[in-house]
């Protein structure tokens, strides 16, 4: 795969919350999601917001220095050596261009880094691509949760 876009990464701070869960609102609807975990985006900022501000999880956003332009995002839930990572989302219009592999290799070498083992994702049961992504990368099915995901990991 050729790299059609070079994004470049930094941590998001309070501010990016709203520019973070809009991206969120208009990718998630590529995952086939069957609940929406808000009803709209406002909530979805908030969600953010409180996530950041608490430091509840460490969000990494991939944007296009020349236009900071925000074309993907991947967020760890706690810890970061437990390498649970509870969201990434790439803008519909960088799809299939590698920013999805940059956010999880860089993830993978943070996680590494911090002493930790393995990276941990679920995934909606419709979401094909996300298999495929998933599958494309090493990560391998544990199972399917009681809330419908189905887990994959990897060992790293
Ligand atoms: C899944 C997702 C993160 C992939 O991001 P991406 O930047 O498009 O992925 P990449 O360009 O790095 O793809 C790497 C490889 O993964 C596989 N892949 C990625 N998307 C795929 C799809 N929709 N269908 C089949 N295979 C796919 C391919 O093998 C691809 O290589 P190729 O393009 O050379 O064929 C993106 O589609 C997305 O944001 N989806 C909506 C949200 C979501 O599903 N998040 C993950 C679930 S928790």
Redesign the pocket.
């Known amino acids: 795969?050729s790299m059609a876009v070079l994004p470049e990464l930094r941590w998001a701070q309070l501010p990016d919350a709203k520019p973070l869960a809009e991206l969120e609102w208009r990718?998630?609807v590529?995952?086939q999601r069957r609940r929406p975990v808000c009803r709209n985006v406002q909530q979805l900022i908030e969600v953010w917001c409180e996530r950041i501000r608490q430091k509840t999880h460490s969000v990494m956003l991939a944007y296009l220095p020349e236009e900071l332009t925000l074309v993907?995002m991947l967020s760890f839930a706690g810890s970061i050596v437990a390498g649970e990572i509870n969201a990434?989302?790439?803008e519909p219009d960088y799809?299939?261009?590698?920013?999805?592999?940059l956010l999880m290799r860089t993830a993978e070498q943070l996680t590494v880094l911090h002493g930790g083992k393995r990276l941990l994702?679920?995934?909606e049961p419709r979401?094909?691509?996300?298999f495929?992504?998933y599958k494309?990368l090493g990560f391998i099915v544990d199972g399917v949760e009681p809330s419908g995901l189905t887990v994959m990991h990897k060992e790293i």
């Open positions: 795969m990718s998630a590529y995952e993907g990434l989302y790439i799809l299939r261009q590698g920013v999805g592999t994702v679920g995934v979401n094909e691509g996300g495929e992504f494309a």
